[in-house]
């Protein structure tokens, strides 16, 4: 897809690592140091539209790019991992993405609850 920022980054094979049905890149504002994006390489808006093989893949690639950020720092001490499927849900690229955040320890005031977080003032219980 020509307008697709996603599109666009797979046209430049600019890649961390990739395998037949995706490739990781940098998010571009990450919401911590490492915070890495696993980008399906066919266009498709949501994840579970993927054909079984391609989230198997998409899938490995997230095992494959969070043992690269562990090795590549000592300070990370634990994973956010998200998808966001659509607008109700914050997605703002329409093309099959995977967050990996790496969270330290004191990176915020509370992460009690985590990925509870997509709805604030659910977050702790
Ligand atoms: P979403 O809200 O759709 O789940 O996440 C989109 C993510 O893509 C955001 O975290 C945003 O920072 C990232 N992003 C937006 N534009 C670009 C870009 O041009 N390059 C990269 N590498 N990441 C981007
Ligand atoms: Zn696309």
Redesign the pocket.
């Known amino acids: 897809m020509e307008d697709c920022?996603f599109c666009n980054?797979k046209k430049t094979k600019k890649f961390i690592i990739e395998n037949k049905w995706a490739f990781a890149?940098?998010?571009?504002?990450?919401?911590t140091k490492g915070?890495t994006?696993i980008i399906s390489k066919r266009h498709e808006s949501d994840f579970f539209n993927l054909p079984e093989e391609e989230k198997t893949e998409a899938l490995k690639l997230v095992v494959k790019m969070k043992e690269r950020l562990l090795l590549k720092d000592a300070n990370i001490d634990g994973f956010n991992i998200g998808i966001?499927i659509g607008r109700a849900s914050?997605?703002?690229?329409p093309h099959v993405?995977i967050?990996i955040i790496p969270r330290r320890r004191g990176d915020c005031k509370d992460p009690t609850g985590g990925v509870r977080g997509v709805i604030p003032e659910k977050q702790a219980y």
Do not use: A
């Open positions: 920022v980054i890149v940098k998010d571009s504002y990450p919401v915070h994006l966001n914050g997605q703002t690229v993405h967050h």
